[in-house]
């Protein structure tokens, strides 16, 4: 099995690009994104997919990418799909999308795909849903919580007649210019914020 090549690109068409490999010109089949990434006179390294065929000439697929690979080998190993509509899906969505697609059971994702009816659909989702390890949900940032501080602060000055924005702003901006008050008592706080909003009451 050829897994990757590495060569000087010669030629970038439609839907394949020709990449010299040790004075040996490889046609290789390959999505829209990745062709683009390819410019002729430069060096490319592709991850590659080797398809054979028992009537014709087999065929060589190249990726920019080794989760595509993955993804294009894992459809092509489904029963009824061949490698121009897995290299179809790989045009209209990216590893990420397809991965998201399986996780939320999302059939209209793959219908987007020309070719590719619902039923087909349902068969993809299903097959690749037991084939492929879906990426883990990417972690979210933690929120750090409001001081306790400026919590009361601000709910004292809300209490006075300030809007809630008014005084998460007067707070915020007040501790951020002077973080020492992070620590003071909420009445040293609040006299300060007060002064920043335009004298006590």
């Known amino acids: 099995m050829i897994s990757s090549i590495r060569g000087d690109v010669l030629h970038v068409g439609i839907d394949h690009a020709v990449v010299e490999v040790s004075g040996f010109g490889l046609h290789v089949s390959a999505t829209p994104r990745t062709l683009g990434e390819l410019h002729r006179g430069t060096e490319a390294r592709l991850h590659t997919s080797f398809v054979p065929r028992q009537d014709d000439a087999p065929l060589l697929f190249g990726f920019s990418e080794p989760s595509e690979r993955v993804i294009f080998t894992t459809l092509v190993s489904i029963s009824g799909i061949g490698p121009k509509m897995a290299l179809a899906v790989l045009a209209v969505h990216t590893p990420h ?53 400026a919590v009361q602060v601000r709910e004292a000055l809300s209490s006075l007649g300030w809007t809630e924005k008014d005084a998460r702003t007067a707070v915020e901006k007040l501790l951020a210019a002077q973080p020492e008050l992070l620590t003071a008592d909420v009445s040293t706080v609040l006299r300060q914020a007060l002064r920043s909003l335009g004298g006590a009451r």
């Open 97 to 149: 999308e397809v991965h998201q697609a399986i996780a939320e059971s999302d059939t209209d994702a793959f219908t987007k795909v020309p070719g590719i009816g619902k039923k087909t659909a349902q068969r993809i989702l299903l097959e690749l849903a037991g084939k492929l390890v879906i990426d883990p949900p990417a972690p979210t940032a933690a929120v750090p919580a409001e001081p306790e501080v």
